[in-house]
């Protein structure tokens, strides 16, 4: 075979694999009766059970995991506060007297009656006690005491399973106490099987109380069967888990469960699984979990036979005495060989050890894999199924187990865990589609697309998610996640973990891993292993955020530099001018720092010209300003698909002269060192999760906001420092806001996974007024009651507005820009099919055109007044349009005067489509509910009614029906501040609702007051 490149072990907890379905039953609860909880911190004033030193393994304890496993899916032994089992305490007497109530399936019924002088009513355990004690279970000390919080021995364990399987008197025939209860304790209970005891008269520790309770429920119960008078017939012929749970014990092999098989044709649906019982294999209800490693191994089994309703499994363990296994180190396998022929054997490095698997069952991933399987799936997936089987088995990351079934030194099962390190680039509910990284030794550094089927129709897929250690369903998965991937050759059986930890520093060095042979780097100080997928992402230098599988292997690096290195920034050129003063050309650029700076050109600079292939030999200063400043002149930049809006993004280096030492023009090309774009508008793309027309967007991409100038257009409006703006972009939020919106943007400067490091949105420039469409419906645009205007002056002199007003109980400004456009909504509402609202064309008014038309006003204060609500679109930190939404006086005309032709609304005061929902009605309801606040608003011809926090602010503006004056009330009103709109009074509260995609954004009062 060809070995690995690389080998990485990842074992699975061993805990997990110790406890198996013991861990399925959970411990939850102190060993105390539930009707004592609130009594148990007075109970800690008492004498406590006395912790033993912890000197003995009970990990390891193969039959003190069998005893747990049982006793725990009873519910006889139950964990402490903390959730753990703790099998090194002492348990004390009451703690016992309640086990064994339990082990007879009684409950603790009966009144204390003050039976030891020792044990006060209130004692969590009183009830138990004095249950007990009427059962002939336990008695007190000579002098009259229990001592409920002493440590219980061994041998008063004995004698309360001795009491509790009703051989009292065959205890007093041999001896009485304590002689006579041990032996039968001894002889016929055989309650010390397994048991590590070394004092009988010390307390016992909580380990050997859960073996001898499990020796317990295994041993002949003493049943009465009949009487005469005093005398009692008892039968010994069931067992304690007979006689008192229905509970049977018994052998065998695990075949299937829904997840795993060995055999064919057994695949059992959930819930059910398959054992082999003397040779007949019988189907079982069981509900425990994680016990697919138990398939195809030897058992002991707990079942429950109801007859009616079947056979159920409540309890399972390996049957360590029949079956020999070999966990084997990955990192250790020198070869695989052979199973091709079904005559596998496995060689370790270092040693002359050899496990044979001649006609071995191979269980990968869950499910069986054949010679034959192998090659059918080769030949459609060669980039995950390798060169042969042989190399397949060993995993990238995971875990190799050997099983012998009948002790002949030929192992006949072959368990492979093996798991993938996997990076989600996009996830619904049907797909995940990510990234997984070569190991063979030819490919390793290289990576391959995989597409994962997650929608499970039929029911038969098996699919588990886990997230930070909580299970999700696959579209909850994000971009960018790092997986561990476990799946059958099917992908029938899919596991996906995301640890979500990362570290974020600086690469100091790389290497190589001595003992597994992987690629390393050093972060901190500290070593750490790299997984496949992420090779050529790590290198001396890098510094970024480094994202963890659940091995805790590198699968992803976010690096910091944004696609950019050394001293390189993005830019944007604005103009390029000759000075004589500065011999030579002026470049102005605007930076992803925000600034709009001018620089001069080194003596040699480095030059990729737009629309090259290569780094241009115009090296020299006066030959590249020469050349940027010809294709300014003629706008021979690059240009996007759509408007052909000139493209002058560039990637630049500059040195402490402030003098361009590199410049490099963007440009389509398949050489990762140029400044690279793609020239597709993704205007009214949708977007798919992170994915945007095959590219992905990430938290932290820088944004550019540049004047949308053709190369017919203006092109002066790129010398104007207020038509730009720089950001980074919060992924979700913009992509989220892309499908249906008028947004003209480009993405560049990609990796090798197809991410984006820049974006370049466009903008209407100052010499043309803004258009309606560019406010639209399918983005979540804020609204807010205007309170107040004021004026200032931009970076290029021009005056602007300030408009002051609240949204959300909060102060927000916005300030326009030399092109805003301010509309109002007509009756129409919005334009369902092109995402954008009606809006009354003689009434408006823009930065550039002034007043629509004169009869509403000339200037923009005419236009936007206090007290109104105006919906905002910004873009480049400006307002760029304002669109009214309701108007406090012609509310008042309406409402007041009940002049209905005075309201754009009227006849429809409630409009909506698809992502935008816009009320304006009075109030007809308020009040505080269970869940909150309800406030229902409605007129003859429409309604809302919402439901919010009853705790949340609500902007109020008042209108003084005598006075006219119009004042926002700045106290924090909620649901229990609102009021009635009363027709007679004409006074009370209209309502402004607005949703966004079903969720309620905007609830503001327009209150009428006298």
């Known amino acids: 075979m060809t070995e690995k490149f690389t080998k990485l072990l990842c074992g699975v907890l061993s805990a997990a694999m110790l406890f198996g379905s013991a861990a399925s039953v959970g411990f939850a609860d102190a060993d105390k009766d539930e009707e004592a909880a609130a009594q148990e911190e007075a109970a800690e004033v008492t004498a406590q059970a006395t912790p033993q030193p ?210 064919t044709g057994q695949s059992p649906v959930e819930g059910k699984v398959v054992i082999d019982c003397d040779n007949t294999a019988e ?102 199924f390798g060169t042969d089987i042989n190399d397949f088995l060993l995993p990238e990351c995971g875990t190799i187990k050997l099983v012998d079934n009948d002790q002949d030194k030929n192992y006949d099962i072959v368990y492979v865990d093996s798991y993938e390190t996997f990076v989600v680039s996009s996830a619904t509910a049907k797909k995940v589609i990510g990234t997984c990284g070569y190991y063979d030794s030819n490919k390793v550094g290289h990576t391959y697309s995989v597409t994962l089927d997650v929608e499970n129709n039929s029911g038969d897929k098996t699919i ?12 909850n998965l994000s971009k ?56 050529d992402d790590c290198s001396s230098g890098i510094e970024g955020t480094f994202w963890f599988d659940s091995f805790d292997r590198i699968g992803l690096v976010s690096s910091s530099s944004s696609g950019l290195s050394g001293s390189e920034k993005y830019g944007w050129i604005m103009k390029a001018y000759e000075d004589g003063a500065a011999d030579g050309v002026q470049l102005q650029l605007f930076t992803q720092d925000g600034t709009a700076t001018t620089y001069s050109l080194a003596s040699t600079v480095r030059y990729w010209a737009p629309g090259e292939s290569a780094v241009s030999s115009l090296t020299t200063n006066s030959e590249v300003g020469a050349d940027i400043m010809k294709r300014i002149n003629n706008g ?56 945007l027309g095959g590219y992905y967007v990430v938290d932290g991409v820088v944004k550019l906001v540049v004047p949308g100038i053709t190369a017919a257009g203006d092109a002066s409006e790129f010398s104007k420092a207020s038509n730009y703006s720089a950001s980074t972009v919060t992924a979700t939020d913009y992509l ?135 919906g905002v679109q910004t873009s480049g930190g400006g307002a760029t349009v304002l669109i009214k939404m309701a108007d406090a006086k012609e509310l008042y005309k309406m409402y007041v005067e009940e002049d209905e032709a005075a309201y754009q609304w009227i006849g429809s005061a409630a409009f909506s489509d698809t992502r935008d929902d816009v009320a304006v009605l009075p109030v007809t309801n308020a009040e505080l509910t269970a869940l909150g606040g309800l406030l229902v608003a409605a007129s003859d011809s429409a309604s809302r009614s919402v439901s919010f926090s009853s705790d949340r602010y609500l902007d109020v503006v008042e209108y003084n029906i005598t006075t006219g004056e119009i004042s926002y009330n700045e106290d924090d009103y909620t649901i229990s501040d609102v009021g009635i709109f009363k027709s007679e009074t004409k006074t009370g509260d209209i309502a402004f609702i607005r949703h966004f995609k079903g969720n309620l954004q905007d609830v503001m009062l327009i209150r009428f007051t006298d």
């Open 736 to 870: 989220k806001n892309t499908e249906g919106v008028s947004r003209d943007f480009i993405l560049g400067q990609f990796d090798k996974n197809s991410k984006a490091n820049v974006l370049v949105e466009f903008v209407t420039p100052a010499s043309s007024t803004a258009y309606i469409t560019d406010y639209g419906t399918a983005n979540n645009n804020p609204c807010f009651i205007v309170d107040r205007i004021g004026r200032a002056i931009d970076a290029d002199g021009e005056d602007v507005y300030t408009v002051t007003g609240y949204s959300g109980g909060a102060e927000v400004t916005y300030t326009t820009t030399q092109n805003t456009l301010v509309a109002r909504v007509n009756s129409a509402g919005p334009v369902k099919d092109k995402n954008t609202y009606n809006t009354d064309s003689s009434w408006g008014w823009s930065a550039i055109g002034g007043a629509v038309n004169a009869a509403y006003g000339t200037s923009f204060q005419d236009y936007v007044k206090k007290g109104d609500i105006y």
């Open 480 to 535: 960018d996640d790092v997986v561990s991937l476990k799946r059958s050759v099917d992908d029938m059986v899919i596991t996906m973990e995301v640890s979500g930890s990362s570290l974020t520093g600086t690469i100091q060095a790389t290497g190589t891993n001595t003992s597994t042979g992987v690629m390393t780097v050093r972060i901190a100080g500290e070593d750490y292993d790299v997984a496949a997928v992420a090779y």
């Open 636 to 691: 021979s930049f690059e240009t996007d698909s759509k408007a052909s809006f000139q493209i002058r993004l560039v990637k630049f280096s500059a040195n402490s002269k402030n003098e361009i030492t590199q410049l490099y023009c963007a440009t389509e090309t398949t050489d990762t060192n140029a400044m690279l774009i793609s020239t597709t508008n993704f205007r009214d793309t949708a977007a798919s999760g992170s994915l």
């Open 54 to 263: 912890q000197v003995y393994n009970w990990e390891n304890d193969s039959y003190y995991t069998k005893a747990l496993t049982l006793c725990s899916s009873l519910g006889i032994i139950e964990g402490k506060d903390d959730g753990q089992v703790h099998p090194e305490a002492v348990v004390t007497r009451a703690e016992m007297a309640t086990i064994v109530l339990r082990l007879l399936a009684q409950q603790a019924t009966e009144t204390y009656g003050g039976i030891f002088s020792d044990v006060d009513a209130s004692h969590w355990a009183a009830q138990t006690i004095q249950t007990a004690y009427n059962s002939s279970i336990i008695d007190g000390f000579d002098d009259g005491t229990f001592v409920p919080d002493g440590d219980v021995t061994a041998t008063q364990v004995a004698k309360m399973l001795v009491c509790g399987a009703n051989y009292n008197a065959a205890a007093t025939y041999n001896g009485g106490w304590p002689q006579g209860y041990l032996y039968v304790a001894d002889n016929t209970m055989k309650l010390f099987n397994g048991c590590s005891i070394a004092d009988n008269n010390a307390g016992a520790q909580r380990g050997n109380v859960i073996k001898m309770a499990y020796n317990a429920l295994l041993a002949p119960y003493n049943q009465p069967v009949s009487s005469s008078g005093s005398d009692i017939t008892y039968s010994d012929a069931y067992t304690w888990a007979k006689v008192k749970f229905d509970v049977i014990d018994a052998k065998g092999m695990l075949l299937a469960t829904h997840n795993t098989t060995v055999t």
């Open 464 to 475: 588990k998610v886990l997230k930070k250690d909580m299970e999700v369903k696959p579209k």
């Open 283 to 384: 189907t079982y209800d069981c509900a425990l979990e994680d016990i697919d490693y138990l398939v195809g191994k030897n058992i002991i089994f707990y079942y429950k036979d109801t007859f009616a309703d079947g056979k159920n499994v409540i309890a399972m363990m390996e049957n360590v005495s029949k079956t020999e296994t070999a966990d084997l180190n990955i990192n250790d396998i020198k070869t695989i060989e052979g199973f091709e022929e079904s005559k596998g054997t496995i060689t370790m490095s270092g040693t002359s050890k050899t496990y044979k698997c001649t006609d071995a069952q191979i269980i990968y991933n869950g499910k069986i894999l054949t010679v034959s399987d192998y090659n059918r799936y080769k030949s459609s997936d060669a980039n995950r």
